[in-house]
Each structure stands twice: as structure tokens, then as C-alpha cells.
């Protein structure tokens, strides 16, 4: 079965620290994979696309990595901000044609 | 409009009404998705519009819940005789491209079956 898997569930971190996001997919054949922030009542906002061949790709001071083989990607947020709390969610795209996959998302929360 | 737009933003109604609610996507955009969110949760698919048709339904639950784009923009998705179980946040989103492109998603149309 084709699931998205991620942890922690929910992390606090202090203002300013680093944390990083895990997750792990069992989605095949793979297409893409994604991330998304969202803030409490609000729709996803995309922060990052990868697909199976690239590793690494960055959007300000969020970093995610990808390794195809271990089915494994990473979100790392730097110098964390107030603003950082939210929900973060991955996605896998699929074949062709078939629908995004959603993790169930870790909540962080960034405290003064 | 600069981006997906969803009616109405709430929606309070009764246990067996009929519900419908509305997605308006990007200009242009061919790929409709649908989820739905629970609290806590991660969204959950429910249906894929690739054009006018319906690429993949396999997310709808039940015969209850159906979706249309009759003119490949728009999209409805019905809730017939609601359940207290289908209050949720029911997200659209919009691409280009599917399930290789941007997605950009609406703010979600909350609904609430007492």
C-alpha cells in the first residue's frame, strides 16, 4: 500500500534553533515528492518539489533532501522563526495520472 | 482571480441535508484536486480532475459524496444526506500540470453537520 509516513508528530523548538522533519514513503513507481507549510486554517502553501533526481533543494531557510533508493526525505528549517510554527506535510506523487499521497504532517511549534 | 477560490468558507448544516460546496481554480489550470481534512490530520484525498473528467474518484468514500466540472474550470463537490462524520475542511487545489506541477491550494471550505 502506498503510504507517507512522518516524524516526529509534533516538535517545540526555541526561536532561532534548527530542527529537522523526517519522512518516509513506500510510494511506487515514485514521480515527485513535495512539502508544504500550513498555517492553523489555512491551505498548504508549497515550499519545496523534488523529483527522483535530485537530493537537495532549498527555499530560503528551508532545506529538503531526497534519497530515491532508502525512500527517505528531510526538511530542515534553520534559524527558526515565530512564524515557522505551523504544520508541515509531505507528498509523494505517484505514476501518471494518479492522485498526491499526504503524510499526516508534523506540527512544530517555535517559541520565544 | 490570483488564486483558488473556495464557497462558502463555512458551512453549518444538518444531519441528512444536502451540501454542496465550490472550487474555483487558477485561470488555466487543468489538474482539480480535492481533500478532505480532519483535525490533526494530514489532507485526504478524495477526487482528481484531469479536464472535465475525473481522472481518479477512488478517494470518494461513499455514493454519497459525488464531484462535477462539467466545463473543465469550476468544480462542485455534493454531499448527499450528510453525516456528522463528514464535518471536515474541504480543501481544493489547482495545477497545471497534475501531479508534476505546483499545486496551489484554496483556504478550504469548513463544514460542520450537527
Known amino acids: 500500500k502506498n503510504q507517507v509516513e512522518q516524524s516526529p508528530q509534533s516538535l517545540i523548538i526555541l526561536e532561532g534553533k534548527n530542527c529537522t522533519l523526517q519522512?518516509?514513503?513506500?510510494?511506487?513507481?515514485?514521480?515527485?515528492l513535495r512539502w508544504y507549510k500550513q498555517d492553523t486554517g489555512r491551505g498548504p502553501v508549497s515550499l519545496t518539489i523534488?523529483?527522483?533526481?535530485?537530493n537537495t533543494k532549498s527555499n530560503g531557510r528551508y532545506t529538503a533532501t531526497l534519497d530515491a533508493d532508502t525512500k527517505q526525505s528531510s526538511l530542515h528549517i534553520t534559524a527558526s522563526q515565530l512564524s515557522d510554527s505551523a504544520s508541515y506535510i509531505c507528498?509523494?506523487?505517484?505514476?501518471?495520472?494518479?492522485?498526491?499521497?499526504f503524510g499526516k504532517g508534523t506540527t512544530l511549534s517555535v517559541s520565544s | 482571480g490570483a488564486g483558488v477560490s473556495q464557497t462558502p468558507s463555512n458551512k453549518v448544516t444538518e444531519k441528512g441535508k444536502y451540501v454542496e460546496l465550490r472550487c474555483d481554480p487558477i485561470?488555466?489550470?487543468?489538474?482539480l484536486y480535492w481533500y478532505r481534512q480532519s483535525l490533526g490530520q494530514g489532507p485526504e484525498f478524495l477526487i482528481y480532475?484531469?479536464?472535465?473528467?475525473?481522472?481518479?474518484d477512488s478517494g470518494l468514500p461513499n455514493d454519497r459524496f459525488f464531484a462535477v466540472r462539467p466545463e473543465g474550470s469550476v468544480s462542485t463537490l455534493k454531499i448527499q444526506r450528510t453525516e456528522r462524520g463528514d464535518s471536515a475542511v474541504y480543501l481544493c487545489?489547482?495545477?497545471?500540470?497534475?501531479?508534476?506541477?505546483?499545486?496551489?491550494f484554496g483556504e478550504g471550505s469548513r463544514l460542520t453537520v450537527l
Open positions: 523534488m523529483t527522483f533526481s535530485e
Open positions: 480532475f484531469q479536464g472535465t473528467g475525473a481522472a481518479d
Open positions: 485561470s488555466g489550470h487543468t489538474a
Open positions: 507528498v509523494v506523487s505517484g505514476q501518471a495520472g494518479t492522485a498526491l499521497i
Open positions: 487545489a489547482s495545477g497545471e500540470q497534475g501531479d508534476t506541477g505546483e499545486l496551489f
Open positions: 519522512c518516509n514513503y513506500t510510494v511506487s513507481p515514485f514521480s515527485n
